[in-house]
């Protein structure tokens, strides 16, 4: 009797204990040991970032609703983030992964991410976003499947790919990091890699021998969807499928209005899903390719990423020229064009059974505006950087949101301007001051001479206006409000704007960036803050148990919190069924 009491007792304890993290919706569970290695993807044998000893990293497989938990070991000489790009994180900027909202995890420590994939679906990243390690790898897929009483708005395909592309240069991270540091810039990538890998020989004299390519390997006559992710650094790529046309379906977590394409630029940042129907004759492979737009095209040859798509009854390899890219090297007008028939498919259903269009953006009355300009690096204070409205961005030492938490003073400012500032460029960590439940507008305005590409973690916005020369009041009677896509990673292109609106329903510390990694690290972003002025844990989820602290709050860490919090973190919902399952055998045995 004594020992029943006990157990039921200490099953209580465990029950509370788990409580917060063993809801009704299913668990994922991964363990990411994070480290480098040695690979060869342009045949420069260089140091690349693995998961798990994998370049690149395992794609994150989860269903609308789950709960991912992530025990993230870190096995590099310096600090580690892990950002989950497009990942919402409704109501929890704590697990987003970005030095704004989270202290990195030092050298050898396990820190675990743990978050529910609330309400969303889609084709999703994951890179690490501290000191340009996205540079060296790091890199993977992430999955937010429909559930299975939603449908989605096509058939089940017959399979499942996802393919990372993006342009690659054979110094490691910390090199290029150096020449940023130096005033330098990055200057042409040494190749564009598909998967991890570079390019199949199609060209003797710009291929050489012993290049390790990628092959995807598919059946005739069926359909598969491509999760295609732009994870490079700086560089606009086409993508194309040689004698095959690409049936856009989602990107970024909204489905699309399906319509073939037979290319499509991907910027820095985005992901796109295809259906690709296997439909053609299997008298060779085909090519599939990722280029360069936007360059010279004699000078960037090298800078192309080819791999097989090999059919399963094929008669022979790929070869004669790629397939072409379109013929628009100094005219945007293509690409913007093809950007602006990316359409919301307002009937379809999300991750809820109605309809994605049922959310009325364009009736919404915008509360606040914002008009970002960015412009090419300037000098301040002797140091090259990148600019935001005049402002380069400078990451506290004490994270935004740990600084609200414990009331730290003096971190940061809510002074971002709603225009440009007029005077010289300084570098501050300012931030927008965003209104809970308000509808914000943001221009935003590139006068670089390169395509730019912006992210905005927190949130889904919707893309609903771009057009070259400068933004007016004008400017919004071309704004279509009823069906502009909602992404979370849009294009700028040089000597143009684009014109976003938010819904700021997500309390926390969302980070603005640029995506293009060169003008990230040097300081072309901000935060936006979002506050409930009402306090109340429904529009917040608590600060994690296993939080890490550094800059002012440095003292409270204690190295023993860490392997603590990640096994409690990690092994809850095991360890509350395995305790069960002991329990029952005691009591009734």
Same mark, same amino acid.
């Given at each position: 009797m004594a020992l029943s009491k006990f157990l039921g007792l200490f099953l209580i304890h465990i029950a509370l204990l788990s409580s917060s993290c063993f809801a009704a919706d299913p668990f994922v569970f991964y363990d990411f040991e994070v480290s480098y290695i040695t690979a060869s993807p342009l045949g420069v044998p260089q140091q690349v970032i693995a998961i798990n000893n994998k370049f690149p990293g395992p794609?994150?497989?989860?269903?609308?609703?789950?709960?991912?938990?992530?025990?993230?070991?870190?096995k590099l000489d310096e600090s580690l983030l892990l950002h989950w790009s497009g990942i919402q994180q409704r109501r929890s900027s704590w697990q987003d992964g970005l030095p704004g909202t989270n202290c990195p995890i030092p050298p050898k420590w396990n820190w675990t991410y743990q978050f529910q994939v609330k309400d969303q679906i889609g084709s999703f990243f994951y890179f690490p976003s501290l000191h340009f390690q996205r540079a060296a790898g790091g890199f993977g897929g992430f999955i937010i499947n429909n559930r299975d009483i939603i449908p989605i708005p096509f058939g089940s395909p017959d399979g499942d790919i996802t393919i990372l592309i993006g342009d690659w240069y054979t110094r490691n991270h910390t090199a290029l990091r150096k020449a940023l540091d130096a005033g330098k810039d990055l200057g042409m990538p040494d190749g564009v890699l598909i998967n991890g890998k570079g390019p199949y020989q199609?060209?003797?004299?710009?291929?050489?021998?012993?290049?390790?390519?990628?092959?995807?390997?598919?059946?005739?006559?069926?359909?598969?969807?491509?999760?295609?992710?732009?994870?490079?650094?700086?560089?606009?790529?086409?993508?194309?499928?040689?004698?095959?046309?690409?049936?856009l379906a989602e990107t970024e977590g909204s489905y699309t209005v399906q319509q073939n394409y037979t290319s499509l630029d991907i910027h820095v940042g985005q992901s796109y899903s295809f259906l690709l129907t296997t439909d053609q004759n299997a008298s060779s492979d085909y090519y599939i390719v990722a280029s360069a737009r936007f360059v010279n095209e004699s000078q960037w040859k090298r800078v192309t990423?080819?791999?097989?798509?090999?059919?399963?009854?094929?008669?022979?390899?790929?070869?004669?020229?790629?397939?072409?890219?379109? $013929?628009?090297?100094?005219?945007?007008?293509?690409?913007m064009n093809q950007a602006r028939s990316i359409r919301w498919n307002v009937s379809a259903s999300g991750a809820r059974p109605n309809p994605q269009g049922s959310f009325r953006y364009g009736s919404i009355n915008v509360t606040e505006i914002f008009v970002l300009k960015n412009k090419p690096p300037v000098t301040i204070d002797g140091k090259r950087r990148t600019t935001l409205s005049g402002i380069s961005f400078v990451n506290p030492a004490t994270p935004i949101r740990l600084a609200d938490e414990f009331k730290v003073k003096g971190v940061y400012k809510l002074d971002f301007p709603s225009r440009p500032l007029t005077g010289p460029p300084k570098m501050e960590t300012s931030l927008i001051n965003g209104t809970f439940r308000g509808f914000m507008e943001v221009i935003l305005q590139n006068n670089d001479t390169k395509v730019?590409?912006?992210?905005?973690?927190?949130?889904?916005?919707?893309?609903?206006?771009?057009?070259?020369?400068?933004?007016?009041?004008?400017?919004?009677?071309?704004?279509?409000?009823?069906?502009?896509?909602?992404?979370?990673?849009?294009?700028?292109?040089?000597?143009?704007?684009?014109?976003?609106?938010?819904?700021?329903?997500?309390?926390?510390?969302?980070?603005?960036?640029?995506?293009?990694?060169?003008?990230?690290?040097?300081? $072309?972003?901000?935060?936006?803050?979002?506050?409930?002025?009402?306090?109340?844990?429904?529009t917040e989820l608590p600060m994690p148990d296993n939080v890490?602290?550094?800059?002012?709050?440095?003292?409270?860490?204690?190295? $023993?919190?860490?392997?603590?919090a990640t096994s409690i973190t990690t092994s809850s919902s095991k360890l509350f069924l395995a305790v069960l399952m002991v329990a029952s055998a005691l009591l009734f045995h």
């Open positions: 794609t994150i497989n989860s269903t609308t609703n789950n709960n991912v938990v992530i025990n993230v070991r870190n199609y060209n003797d004299t710009l291929v050489p021998d012993g290049i390790d390519y990628e092959t995807i390997d598919v059946h005739p006559g069926k359909t598969y969807r491509l999760r295609v992710h732009n994870v490079g650094i700086s560089t606009s790529l086409n993508f194309r499928i040689q004698s095959h046309n690409l049936l990423g080819v791999a097989i798509l090999r059919y399963s009854n094929s008669k022979g390899k790929a070869a004669g020229p790629l397939p072409d890219p379109p $013929q628009d090297e100094y005219d945007k007008t293509f690409s730019q590409t912006y992210h905005l973690s927190g949130y889904a916005f919707f893309v609903v206006g771009m057009d070259y020369g400068e933004w007016s009041e004008n400017s919004r009677g071309t704004y279509n409000k009823w069906d502009g896509i909602a992404r979370s990673t849009t294009q700028v292109y040089p000597g143009a704007w684009t014109a976003i609106l938010i819904s700021l329903d997500n309390v926390g510390v969302w980070n603005l960036r640029t995506e293009n990694l060169d003008s990230w690290y040097l300081g $072309q972003e901000t935060y936006i803050r979002v506050v409930n002025p009402e306090v109340t844990n429904k890490l602290y550094c800059g002012a709050l440095s003292k409270r860490q204690k190295p $023993q919190d860490i392997s603590f």
